[in-house]
């Protein structure tokens, strides 16, 4: 299965992209936490993707086109992969569309995870993430079962994301309003696109994603 995850910053894609790679062994690939992992370890593209992360601004198309296109190459993804943060703008689905037609492949599904902006805003101040395996908490939402301490690998490195203050997070959100919500209709115009409520507490949203791509999903809480 080829399928991306669409939604603005704080939706829940890495939460449902890294449950969806457990459950179903489909991979997420997520260009932001590749983008991070190439400013930690201060490569060249690091380098050049810096300024725009901490402006809440979007990375050059060139830049993450070339590291999907290398990417979706790899052995690992020859099954499938999920998209998690990409395509961001349409010449970016446009450049998405050609790599799939160069390896014979084509793009199964895209589902849109639809919140609002206030509940992002609240969201993404709350968001902690265990620096060891990348494992995602809410300290309002979904805290760790022990406080500072990740359920999945046993850390204690729980961090807060640079671009998770307020004024980088305003300018994300008019980033994905201007430049990533034309691919809504970009995506429905070709009968792909999906709507999942993400407003839903964790394991509905999972639910309704599973629902929406196909693949067997554990029922909602209350049914
Ligand atoms: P990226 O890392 O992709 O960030 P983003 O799109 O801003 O999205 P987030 O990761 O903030 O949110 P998410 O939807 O993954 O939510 P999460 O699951 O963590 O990109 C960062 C930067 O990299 C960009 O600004 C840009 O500069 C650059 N970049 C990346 N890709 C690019 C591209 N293709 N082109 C150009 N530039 C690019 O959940 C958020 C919080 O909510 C967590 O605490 C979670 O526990 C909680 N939560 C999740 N679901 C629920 C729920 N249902 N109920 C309650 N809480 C929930
Ligand atoms: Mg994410």
Sequence with gaps: MIAILLGPPGAGKGTQ????????GIKQLSTGDMLRAAVARGSRVGKLA???MEAGDLVSDQIVIQIIAERITEPDCANGFLLDGFPRTVAQAGALDAMLEDIGKRLDAVVEIA?????????????????????????YFDPPKEEGRCDRCGGTNLVR?????????????VAYR??????LPYYDNKGLLKRVDGTQPIDK???????????????PPDC
């Design 161 to 173: 994301r640079k671009d998770d203050n307020p004024e980088t997070v305003r300018q994300r959100l």
């Design 17 to 24: 992209a890294k449950r969806l790679e457990e459950e179903h």
């Design 205 to 219: 949203v999972a639910h309704d994603i599973d629902r929406a791509l196909g693949v067997v999903g554990l029922a």
């Design 178 to 183: 201007e430049q990533t919500a034309p691919l």
């Design 50 to 52: 810096r300024e725009a």
């Design 115 to 139: 919140v609002p902006e206030d509940i992002l805003v609240k969201r993404i101040s709350g968001r902690i993430s265990c620096a060891d395996c990348g494992a995602v908490y809410n300290e």
